[in-house]
């Protein structure tokens, strides 16, 4: 979904990255290298791991699964990009042995995850990559990056603001000629992680005009459902007037515009890697145990501090896990954790760890059994 094309193997339903030169025509073989570069510390014996969850960092988890298997003779890591919420109920049925998710694991499904564990786990959230959620839109005559205050993308997506034209829109960006044309609005009609931190985003930021809460399934009023980031930016391509949400790479694979922001103390902030990760620095980090929870601080109002982020989970077992699987398992989380991973996520559309989290992740990784 992002830079790559992203490769699914029909006769498995997974994103066999291991195997890419059978999913299409469009794949490439990938030659392994006898010896395992500095970052990757290969297990011994290889294995296969199936894994599913998460759209947003589908490409990223692919990309990493090359270059683990281009290091590590003998291995093969699978990955699903099936949603967030379908890649938690097969880590529960215990048909992968990690999932990815855009939001970490709660009290309604902490209990469910650890019955995928040994002795009931417990099962952990790992924060792995973190991305940028854009406002994308398609406006006749318009074709620069225009300013959005919360409030104003709060009431534009609740139905209070209908037409591009309005007086607020208008004062946000002075020299811009808006045309006399209604705002039609795109949202996820599937549950997802990205609903989830854009309407936590807009409720955190501006509760009066956006009071839903933060919802995987979409919250706010009005507009049309679509399904998935894909069907999202298809209807804001498709349809002058329209306005949507979707990761920044959508946005930029299809050609459209995207908003600066507006923070806490309505500055406006474009959206790019450095900016996301300054606000992402400022997160709370929640430990408990093993179990790394990441809180976004939305008042945080730095104008290079993009508040519109995510941060996708790896769910795994902290104990319990499969003694033929745990090394294997160690050793890829421990590769996407690791600083040439993660210093490689800015140029395929995502957003490097802060290096104090990463250490955190790391110490998690090394305890689990």
Known sequence: ??????????????????VLAGCGTNSAAVAPRAASSPSVSCPSGGGTLNSAGSTAQANAIQKFAVDFQSACSGTTINYNPSGSGAGLTAFENKTVDFAGSDYPLNSSNQAGANGACANGGPAIDLPMIPG??????????????????????????NGKITNWNNGEIAAENPGVKFPDLTISTVHRSDTSGTSFNFSNYLHSTDPTDFPQAANKQWPGTGGVGQNGSSGVTQAVSSTPGTIGYAELSYAKLAKLQVANIGNAQNQYVPVNAANASNFISQAKVVTNGSDVVLNFNYQYAAPNAYPAVLVTYEIVCGKGNKAAKLPLIKSFLSYVDSSTAQNGLPAIGYVALPSSIQSQVKTSINSMQ
Do not use: D
């Open 132 to 157: 940028l959620i854009s406002v994308m839109y398609n406006v006749t005559g318009v074709s620069k990056s225009i300013n959005l205050k919360a409030s104003t993308i709060a009431k534009i997506f």
């Open 1 to 18: 979904m992002r830079g790559q094309r992203l490769l699914v193997c029909a006769s498995t339903g997974l994103a066999a990255v291991g």
